[in-house]
């Protein structure tokens, strides 16, 4: 079992000095100097001024998010398989509030640099329903996987064998 963390007062202090930087860059493009194309310079400030406009915006995010949740926030989770020469990611979840600090992107590096470490050959994301058009209910899980540069491989397939029918559908 994996489990990203974010530790919000390590967060905070990092992007404190993200802000710190992007304002002493900003104080350099406003001295002046001959050898400047001034447009250039220009557009350079603007994007420099939104990158601080961020920082501060991810600050006032994390520190709300400190208030209600605390200093220690669990993102994301997930259970994986070690068989043989693959390391199967079986099942996870993550809180949708916390999709920007990428928790269950950080597991997936973490767990692939484990498999490259021990030397497992595969590194299988398990389950996509088999209907690639962009119309899938799980088209955002297939894009998801497809970024990581791997390849589709069909099997058989899962099914359910109820065993007691009438529970079964039941609690369906």
Request: hydrophobic fraction near 35%.
């Amino acid at each position: 079992m994996m489990i990203a963390y974010l530790d919000v007062n390590d967060y905070q202090k990092r992007m404190e000095q993200e802000l710190v930087d992007a304002k002493k860059e900003l104080h350099q493009l406003a001295i002046p100097q001959t050898n400047r194309n001034m447009d250039k310079c220009q557009k350079k400030q603007k994007q420099q001024q939104a990158m601080i406009q961020t920082i501060q915006k991810r600050i006032a995010d994390v520190q709300h998010l400190q208030q209600k949740y605390g200093d220690v926030i669990a993102l994301a989770g997930a259970f994986y398989i070690r068989y043989g020469n693959t390391l199967t990611y079986l099942s996870a979840g993550a809180y949708d509030e916390f999709k920007s600090y990428h928790g269950a992107d950080t597991i997936h590096w973490h767990m692939m640099r484990y498999a490259l470490q021990q030397k497992i050959q595969r590194y299988d994301f398990y389950g996509i329903s088999g209907d690639f058009s962009a119309q899938a209910i799980d088209h955002g899980v297939f894009e998801c996987k497809k970024g990581f540069g791997g390849v589709v491989e069909e099997y058989v397939g899962v099914f359910d064998y109820p065993l007691h029918k009438h529970l079964y559908y039941l609690l369906k």
